[in-house]
Structure formats: C-alpha cells, structure tokens
C-alpha cells in the first residue's frame, strides 16, 4: 500500500475538507426540508470547522427577506439540520452549527455604490471641461506640427 504524502494532508487539513462537504450538504438540506418563507432566497457564503469538529460557523446571505426572521429560521433550524447533516456526510458526531450573516456582499454593495456614486459626481462636476480639454489637445497638435516642421527644415 503507497504511503500518503503527509504534505497534501497539511496544506488542506480534513476541517476544511468537511467545511466544503457541509457547506454543499447543508444547502441541499435547507432547500428541501425548510420551507419556510422568511428565509427568502438563501446563500451559504462559507463554512468554517472547528479543528475538532466540534463546531461549524455558517455564513449565510438572504435576499428579498428581512435578515433577522431568517436568521430566527436559521437558529430554530440548526438542531433539525444536525442529524440528517452528520447522516448525509457519514459523520457520527455532527458538529454544532451556528448561522452568522454574512456582511460582506452587502458592504461590497454598499462601496460599489459609494464608488458609482463618486464617479457620477465627478463626471457631473467636470460636465465643462470637456471643450476646454479640446482645445487643449488641439493646441497640443499644432505644437506637435510645429516640431514636425521645425524638424524638417533643419534637414
């Protein structure tokens, strides 16, 4: 029998192997056994592992639903979702799940927005310079055509 390399084991411990497994796992479960209409349309962002796998942090994002009746949902849930979670995966201790909601798209949309918003301001506030800018670059080739003819009456 070859010998593992214990190399790949470390670069990708098994918490993070069983993180993907749950996280995939854990999506099918919500969708088919919790029907419940305050969760909205729910994303599992990413799932962290306890070293132990003892504990499992989901993080979650919502659409067209109220974050805080989701996350209700999510915590009732979470005791439900434990045994047909550590069933579906083969594991005999399922770990602890706890819901976090994930901020990070939001606020990835809140500064894609501040960013369009400061674009569009300083596209209004410069709505002038344009022909000023023109003119500038049509003094700019007459120097260039200066040059070119100074150029061609030292030859």
């Not at 796992?25 to 592992?49: C, K, N, Q, Y």
């Not at 990835?108 to 596209?123: F, R």
Request: glycine share 4%; aromatic share 4%; net charge negative.
């Amino acid at each position: 029998m070859p010998k593992r390399s214990k190399s790949s084991s470390k670069a990708f411990p098994r918490h993070r192997r069983v993180a993907q497994q749950i996280q995939r796992a854990l999506s099918d479960l919500i969708r088919r056994e919790i029907r419940d209409p305050r969760l909205g349309m729910l994303t599992l962002t990413e799932v962290r592992v306890s070293s132990d796998l003892s504990y499992a942090t989901v993080y979650y994002s919502v659409l067209n639903a109220n974050r805080e009746e989701a996350h209700e949902v999510l915590i009732a849930a979470a005791d439900i979702l434990r045994g047909p979670l550590g069933r579906a995966l083969g594991l005999r201790h399922a770990p602890e799940l706890r819901f976090v909601a994930d901020e990070l798209i939001e606020s990835g949309a809140h500064l894609s927005a501040l960013i369009s918003k400061a674009v569009n301001d300083d596209v209004a506030r410069h709505v002038d310079e344009p022909e000023a800018d023109e003119a500038d670059e049509a003094g700019d080739t007459d120097d260039d055509e200066q040059d070119d003819s100074e150029e061609s009456d030292r030859r």
